[in-house]
């Protein structure tokens, strides 16, 4: 590792790390929209309860994001798919690159507003069955979360985010290498 890494300019810009959020966004949102109805097909007739639709939607929504986030940065590129083609990468505040244990707690911390907005829309009445909004209050905290972790993101020297410094971890961009060609 560089000392470069341990410096606060070595860190993504936040412009950097949206565009590569909105990137792994648009390849979840079609990923797991192909399998959340595919098994909405044969699941959906059949959920009569708010536990059954939560378990509906952690099993075809949640999972496959918690896999796809904790597996992309605990691989050898340490990155999900928009971090890498943006030239990002996920590192320890030590600069060095983190392990399977960092890359879940990142992601469940992550993810928490979202699973809070799940449990909103499915307790005590499922909102998709009823077509009310059951707990308005749960979800009010869920735009409280999101806040607390963009404000966190655009205020701190290495634009850590909640789950970021939860986990020990930053992401920084990584030096483009010489063309073999050239």
């Known amino acids: ?10 860190a993504a810009s936040f412009p950097r790390r949206a565009l590569a959020a909105a990137i792994d ?6 990923f797991v929209q192909a399998l959340h109805w595919g098994v909405a097909l044969v699941f959906v007739p059949r ?3 708010a536990l059954a639709w939560h378990l509906y939607l952690l099993a075809t929504v949640s999972l496959p994001c918690w896999v796809y986030y904790a597996w992309s940065e605990a691989s050898a590129r340490h990155a999900t798919l928009g971090k890498r083609w943006l ?15 960092a890359a879940l707690v990142r992601t469940l911390v992550k993810l928490v507003p979202w699973e809070i907005a799940h449990l909103a829309l499915c307790f005590p009445v ?12 749960l979800l009010f905290s869920v735009y409280g979360l999101l806040g607390l972790y963009l404000a966190a ?8 985010s909640v789950h970021d410094l939860v986990a020990g971890t930053y ?10 060609a050239s």
């Open 25 to 30: 966004g648009l390849i979840l949102a079609v």
């Open 153 to 160: 993101a655009l205020l701190t020297l290495k634009k850590q």
């Open 171 to 180: 992401v920084v961009r990584v030096a483009q290498r010489a063309s073999s």
């Open 87 to 101: 030239g990002l990468r996920v590192v320890n505040v030590y600069g060095a690159t983190i392990g399977a244990q």
């Open 47 to 49: 959920l009569e309860s």
């Open 1 to 10: 590792m560089s000392a470069a890494l341990h410096t606060p300019a070595a």
């Open 126 to 137: 499922p909102v998709f069955t009823s077509g009310e909004l059951p707990m308005p209050r």
